[in-house]
């Protein structure tokens, strides 16, 4: 193995980045990564606009729309008395919630009838909508039990005896990894993969074929001496180094920055985010060897990963889709690195943890360089005839 000539070519490719090149492969995607993780900053919905619909205008009646205001998850904002206002409120998008109190609601109550309390929230959202239900419960089971409580306490029955009663099932639940519903902890994490592997294949989608574009392709063959791999390898090299310096200022810059939750080894994430790097580096020359044609093959490499971050299962399970989608899905590196990504930071997983992860990612990273190095031997080939 010639180091000399791999130093050459890969010097020259350095050399040959343009500024726009250089920034659109690395500052670029931090800046998005930066924009995405900045609009989740919050972390967690509050003060959700509510809207009580009170047609009992009674104590208890208010007692309950006190209790809604003070959740910290909603804020009710107004209060209607017509049932008309309900589906304008919701097109006027000024409301995620409306609680609706019966006329009856307190004179049930008085006479031990059972009362309803209807919730019509806005679904178009599915994690407002679920927190708001999810509170919503929380409050009228907190609202039910007080009432009853005071009832049994009324009837001299002590609170140590009604609670029982109230409350004869205890009901204590635990949410693990995410415990406080954060949007940082959910969606960032996975955002940043794949913008990180969309500008990977992006930038060196361009690398071989922008050698016939600038009819520069026959100095790299005389540089190299017709050796594919000595090509290869110094193509690889500055691109693995620049994404390798960009995966240490995302796992220890942004995610310190924006308190990402990291619970597993940054050695693994590590190893597992050089996997996906050299994975991409080599379907980026592979794509580059193939097509000549600068703007096919970056639309190719576009269409293939548009629909990556979708069949991954981040936003929706692969077990619950149809068989040739989880096909597709397992057919994309992407799918397994992100799978053993969010065990890692949400679940500390181990090496061992994620091992069928890992094996598939190694798989993927010998047939994309086998794939590539003979597209670039053919390439090599043809143009020397």
């Known amino acids: ?71 910290p998850s909603m804020e009710v ?78 009837n001299s029955l002590s609170e140590k005896l009604a609670y029982p009663l109230v409350n004869p099932i205890k009901i204590e639940t635990s949410s693990l990894y995410n415990p406080n519903y954060s949007y940082l902890s959910y969606l960032p994490p996975g955002l940043i993969a794949f913008t990180l592997q969309i500008a990977i294949m992006l930038s060196t989608s361009l690398i071989i074929n922008s050698e016939f574009s600038g009819k520069t392709f026959g100095d790299l063959l005389s540089i190299s001496h017709l050796d594919t791999a000595l090509i290869f390898i110094g193509k690889f090299l500055p691109y693995f180094t620049l994404y390798f310096l960009m995966s240490l200022i995302i ?49 190719l490499t576009i269409f293939i990963n548009t629909p990556a971050f979708i069949l991954s299962g981040f936003t929706f399970p692969i077990w619950a889709m149809p068989s040739f989608h989880k096909a597709l899905a397992y057919l994309m590196p992407f799918t397994y690195f992100l799978e053993a990504f969010i065990k890692i930071i949400r679940a500390g997983a181990s090496i061992f943890d994620i091992s069928s992860e890992l094996a598939a990612l190694v798989f993927f990273t010998i047939v994309t360089f086998a794939a590539a190095n003979i597209a670039l031997s053919y390439r090599i080939n043809k143009s020397i005839r």
Do not use: W
Not at 23 to 51: D, G, H, Q, W
């Open 251 to 299: 796992l220890f810059i942004i995610f310190p920055l924006y308190n990402i939750t990291m619970n597993g080894s940054y050695i693994i994430l590590l190893l597992l985010f050089i996997i996906l790097i050299a994975i991409n580096v080599n379907s980026g020359i592979l794509i580059s060897s193939l097509y000549n044609n600068q703007l096919f093959a970056t639309e």
């Open 1 to 71: 193995m010639n180091l000399t000539t791999i130093y050459r070519v890969a010097k020259r490719e350095f050399r040959g980045m343009s500024r726009i090149s250089l920034f659109i492969s690395t500052a670029l995607p931090l800046i998005l990564i930066l924009i995405f993780n900045s609009i989740y900053e919050k972390e967690i919905l509050r003060e959700l606009p509510v809207v009580v619909y009170d047609c009992d205008r009674s104590e208890l009646s208010r007692k309950l729309t006190r209790l809604i205001d003070a959740s």
């Open 77 to 154: 904002i107004d209060s209607y008395f017509s049932i008309d206002r309900i589906e304008e409120a919701f097109k006027d998008g000024n409301t995620e919630a409306i609680f609706f109190i019966p006329s009856d609601f307190e004179h049930s109550i008085k006479r031990g009838l059972q009362s309803r309390i209807i919730v019509y929230k806005n679904s178009s959202n599915i994690i407002t909508s679920n927190l708001i239900l999810k509170d919503a419960t929380t409050i009228i089971k907190t609202f039910s039990a007080g009432v009853l409580l005071n009832k049994f306490e009324k």
